[in-house]
């Protein structure tokens, strides 16, 4: 029979490298209840109009990236690409407008976007994300940046830089797209084809395109900074100020526009020097209209999204090493009345909060010890027949090779005082 494969771009993530994630997402949580986010849990998959809407017609996402299929009575639908969209919907949905604290939550989960997979792009991807919602402060987008910059550095993640830009007002950049379009039109022949296309339905995201020809003629371009109105100009200043009070270090990044239609003012990614092509880690941003565009009141908000594969990339073998271990036992138990007292005492170990293993396919001791060292488990408790007969058992540890005769209705007591600590 032949083997089914799972798909392109889409991982599995084996037990070997869970705890690195694990890692990740404790510390995403911890932070983010410091920072007085809650968790929120949204659907993967909603109306396709929802994306459409909120994410922007001519953005790669919408454009060429979703996985959008026809339910069977045919209304249009769509795996998430991003948890902003499903986020904003929930909270117009069930009317969180109307509670008078802010708005801050937090979510998990994985995301798909059909791009060419390669190293750090996959087709099913996880995010870690974060909406702060009902205000218009600067010192709302420092606090989700400095919460990324805090999750980011306990992780010890290297060669991290948090880059920022200034998008104003969507005037501003009425002001502007025409001055850039104009100059574009100049080069159109060196763009690459993708930016040959966004010059007439996203001409802003020229100025991020990777492609070296494009990049330099973009070198040149007229800055959208030079047409920022006062207000716009105030407000960043303020964001930057706030970062230098709490001590986040940033760098300017003119060129910084981001794949999503929905963000005005604050934009920001951090990206790493090791990671690549795919350098960024988490990116976000203000997104002031965003809540009104999907039908809810006028809401100012702010937030980013970390990619956790790239952070599980990132993450030093140190910070995976520095993780608690677990004190596990391994019962072997062998022989026709050994192996059944023995599965009964693994069960007790477990109810006595012990992790606690076995491998039923040993049935000699010999055998048992082999898997227990291969388990790499800190003690074995050993219940052969001639245990059995004598109401007790032999508990050896692995590490010093010491055995001591235990009684099996005390052995988790004797357990505890051969650890460290007690
Ligand atoms: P990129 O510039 O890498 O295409 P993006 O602007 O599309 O990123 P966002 O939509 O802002 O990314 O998503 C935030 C983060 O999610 C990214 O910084 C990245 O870490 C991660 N991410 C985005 N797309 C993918 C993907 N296809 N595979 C893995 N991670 C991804
Ligand atoms: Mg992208």
Same mark, same amino acid.
């Given at each position: 029979?032949?083997?089914?494969?799972?798909?392109?771009?889409?991982?599995?993530?084996?037990?070997?490298?869970?705890?690195?994630?694990?890692?990740?997402?404790?510390?995403?949580?911890?932070?983010?209840?410091?920072?007085?986010?809650?968790?929120?849990?949204?659907?993967?998959?909603?109306?396709?109009?929802?994306?459409?809407?909120?994410?922007?017609?001519?953005?790669?996402?919408?454009?060429?990236?979703?996985?959008?299929?026809?339910?069977?009575?045919?209304?249009?639908?769509?795996?998430?690409?991003?948890?902003?969209?499903?986020?904003?919907?929930?909270?117009?949905?069930?009317?969180?407008?109307?509670?008078?604290?802010?708005?801050?939550?937090?979510?998990?989960?994985?995301?798909?976007?059909?791009?060419?997979?390669?190293?750090?792009?996959?087709?099913?991807?996880?995010?870690?994300?974060?909406?702060?919602?009902?205000?218009?402060?600067?010192?709302?987008?420092?606090?989700?940046?400095?919460? $990324?910059? %805090?999750? =980011?550095?306990?992780?010890? /993640?290297?060669?991290?830089?948090?880059?920022?830009? @200034? *998008? !104003?007002?969507?005037?501003?950049?009425?002001?502007?797209?025409?001055?850039?379009?104009?100059?574009?039109?100049?080069?159109?022949?060196?763009?690459?084809?993708?930016?040959?296309?966004?010059?007439?339905?996203?001409?802003?995201?020229?100025?991020?395109?990777?492609?070296?020809?494009?990049?330099?003629?973009?070198?040149?371009?007229?800055?959208?900074?030079?047409?920022?109105?006062?207000?716009?100009?105030?407000?960043?200043?303020?964001?930057?100020?706030?970062?230098?009070?709490?001590?986040?270090?940033?760098?300017?990044?003119?060129? $910084?526009? %981001?794949? =999503?239609?929905?963000?005005? /003012?604050?934009?920001?990614?951090?990206?790493?020097? @090791? *990671? !690549?092509?795919?350098?960024?880690?988490?990116?976000?941003?203000?997104?002031?209209?965003?809540?009104?565009?999907?039908?809810?009141?006028?809401?100012?908000?702010?937030?980013?999204?970390?990619?956790?594969?790239?952070?599980?990339?990132?993450?030093?073998?140190?910070?995976?090493?520095?993780?608690?271990?677990?004190?596990?036992?391994?019962?072997?138990?062998?022989?026709?009345?050994?192996?059944?007292?023995?599965?009964?005492?693994?069960?007790?170990?477990?109810?006595?909060?012990?992790?606690?293993?076995?491998?039923?396919?040993?049935?000699?001791?010999?055998?048992?010890?082999?898997?227990?060292?291969?388990?790499?488990?800190?003690?074995?408790?050993?219940? !052969?027949?001639?245990?059995?007969?004598?109401?007790?058992?032999?508990?050896?540890?692995?590490?010093?090779?010491?055995?001591?005769?235990?009684?099996?209705?005390?052995?988790?007591?004797?357990?505890?005082?051969?650890?460290?600590?007690?």
């Amino acid at each position: 029979m032949s083997v089914i494969k799972g798909i392109k771009g889409v991982k599995d993530l084996l037990p070997e490298e869970t705890p690195r994630w694990r890692l990740i997402e404790e510390a995403a949580r911890r932070w983010a209840g410091r920072y007085g986010f809650h968790e929120i849990r949204i659907p993967i998959f909603e109306v396709t109009t929802l994306f459409a809407r909120s994410i922007g017609a001519s953005t790669d996402i919408v454009e060429k990236e979703m996985y959008t299929f026809q339910d069977r009575d045919g209304t249009s639908l769509t795996l998430r690409p991003e948890g902003t969209a499903g986020t904003v919907r929930a909270y117009i949905e069930h009317n969180r407008t109307a509670i008078p604290v802010p708005q801050k939550y937090f979510y998990f989960g994985p995301m798909f976007r059909h791009e060419r997979p390669q190293a750090g792009r996959l087709r099913q991807f996880h995010q870690f994300g974060v909406e702060s919602l009902g205000m218009a402060d600067a010192q709302a987008d420092v606090e989700v940046m400095a919460l $990324l910059w %805090r999750i =980011l550095s306990d992780l010890d /993640l290297p060669g991290l830089t948090l880059e920022i830009n @200034n *998008l !104003g007002y969507t005037a501003d950049r009425d002001t502007y797209r025409p001055q850039l379009v104009s100059y574009l039109k100049q080069y159109e022949s060196g763009l690459c084809a993708n930016c040959r296309h966004r010059i007439e339905f996203n001409p802003l995201r020229v100025l991020d395109c990777k492609v070296p020809e494009c990049r330099a003629i973009t070198e040149r371009a007229p800055r959208l900074s030079d047409s920022l109105s006062e207000a716009a100009r105030s407000y960043f200043t303020r964001v930057l100020s706030g970062l230098d009070v709490v001590k986040i270090p940033y760098s300017l990044n003119h060129r $910084l526009v %981001r794949g =999503l239609d929905y963000y005005n /003012l604050t934009t920001f990614e951090v990206t790493a020097t @090791n *990671l !690549g092509a795919q350098n960024a880690v988490g990116a976000g941003g203000r997104y002031d209209g965003l809540v009104e565009t999907l039908g809810g009141p006028s809401t100012p908000a702010v937030g980013f999204a970390l990619g956790l594969e790239r952070m599980s990339l990132l993450l030093p073998e140190s910070a995976v090493r520095k993780a608690p271990e677990y004190v596990t036992i391994y019962v072997a138990g062998f022989g026709g009345h050994g192996a059944v007292v023995g599965f009964t005492a693994l069960e007790e170990l477990r109810l006595g909060g012990f992790q606690a293993v076995s491998d039923f396919r040993s049935v000699t001791l010999k055998a048992h010890l082999r898997q227990a060292d291969r388990l790499k488990c800190r003690f074995t408790l050993i219940i !052969g027949d001639e245990e059995v007969a004598k109401g007790s058992a032999v508990l050896r540890d692995m590490e010093t090779k010491a055995q001591y005769d235990v009684s099996l209705s005390t052995v988790n007591l004797q357990i505890h005082s051969l650890l460290p600590g007690s």
